[in-house]
């Protein structure tokens, strides 16, 4: 059985010297050629850290020597799971201690670190494409966001499912300095970065379409066009009730019978006042033109 150890021991691949010092021998247990999915860090940019080897495992989980001489019973320094798992800020900072500057800086007090979240709520740094940063995948973000998920089955939405647009080119999952970490400072901002053509600034300005976008834009779907909240006139006379046009919302009664109302049948306020945006035509004060 002696003989057997020792044969065992020289066996084992070399240990960077500060794994050792440590107590770290991580590789004893999980070598780098185990068919286990989590040793597929080995292939990639976190696998090399510290030189790559048990040092790299040091990096992120500590040192871990107590784990080191009893990994049955112990957990390591900081666990990601899902035998063990540490609480999410000790978790989050050792991600932090390399990640903490680019799009990490807002983190601390953004929405997903108050809902108690970590870094490895959506994301796996062992598999060799990390799910949260595919292109084009949204799934890390619509398993927690199903609201919106159903939204984006609607017929007027953006494209998303294409993968032609991405949750993040609007949102910053780490956090901002904006309202539902957009990216931009302001809602208007945001969607300005692709609708540039409706910036202005403009002669007449509709103050509404100035102020925010979201007055009659739903933005991940809606079952009107142009993710429109509502139908015209219907969403225009929200507002405009008495101004150069009959103060009676128009509706359903206007349909059938004798006296359909053409605002109703086939027409839109958008039809005259095309220019709902604003207008920089000298005869443009109603957005007509």
């Known amino acids: 059985m002696r003989w057997l150890l020792l044969t065992l021991a020289l066996c084992l691949p070399p240990f960077a010297n500060a794994a050792q010092e440590d107590g770290a021998d991580c590789l004893r247990c999980?070598?780098?050629?185990?068919?286990?999915?989590?040793?597929?860090?080995?292939?990639?940019?976190?696998?090399?850290?510290?030189?790559?080897?048990?040092?790299?495992?040091?990096?992120?989980?500590g040192a871990s020597?107590?784990?080191?001489?009893?990994?049955?019973?112990?957990?390591?320094?900081?666990?990601?799971?899902?035998?063990?798992?540490?609480?999410?800020?000790?978790?989050?900072?050792?991600?932090l201690s390399c990640h903490s500057g680019g799009s990490a800086l807002h983190w601390a007090g953004s929405e997903h670190q108050r809902e108690g979240m970590a870094c490895d709520s959506c994301h796996d740094s062992h598999r060799q494409q990390d799910p949260a940063l595919a292109t084009g995948s949204q799934q890390a973000c619509l398993d927690c966001h199903t609201r919106v998920q159903a939204e984006l089955l609607?017929?007027?939405?953006?494209?998303?499912?294409?993968?032609k647009t991405t949750c993040s080119d609007c949102h910053n999952p780490h956090g901002s300095l904006g309202d539902a970490s957009l990216h931009q400072a302001s809602i208007n901002d945001s969607c300005q970065q692709c609708h540039q053509e409706k910036r202005g600034p403009f002669l007449w300005e509709h103050p509404p379409a100035a102020e925010d976008c979201s007055l009659c834009h739903r933005p991940h779907g809606a079952i009107h066009e142009r993710l429109l909240t509502a139908r015209?006139?219907?969403?225009?006379?929200?507002?405009?009730?008495?101004a150069f046009h009959p103060s009676l919302p128009y509706g359903g009664e206007g349909l059938g019978g004798?006296?359909?109302?053409?605002?109703?049948?086939?027409?839109?306020?958008?039809?005259?006042?095309?220019?709902?945006?604003g207008s920089n035509h000298p005869s443009g004060a109603r957005l007509t033109r």
């Open 258 to 277: 004798g006296s359909r109302n053409q605002n109703v049948l086939g027409k839109n306020c958008l039809n005259c006042h095309s220019q709902v945006h």
């Open 154 to 163: 609607l017929p007027s939405r953006h494209p998303i499912a294409e993968g």
């Open 65 to 95: 020597a107590e784990h080191a001489r009893d990994p049955t019973s112990i957990m390591p320094g900081v666990s990601f799971g899902p035998r063990w798992q540490s609480p999410e800020e000790e978790r989050t900072s050792s991600c």
């Open 232 to 242: 015209g006139p219907a969403l225009c006379q929200q507002c405009h009730v008495a």
């Open 30 to 61: 999980h070598t780098i050629t185990a068919d286990v999915a989590v040793h597929a860090i080995f292939q990639t940019v976190h696998g090399a850290l510290g030189g790559g080897g048990a040092d790299s495992c040091v990096g992120c989980h």
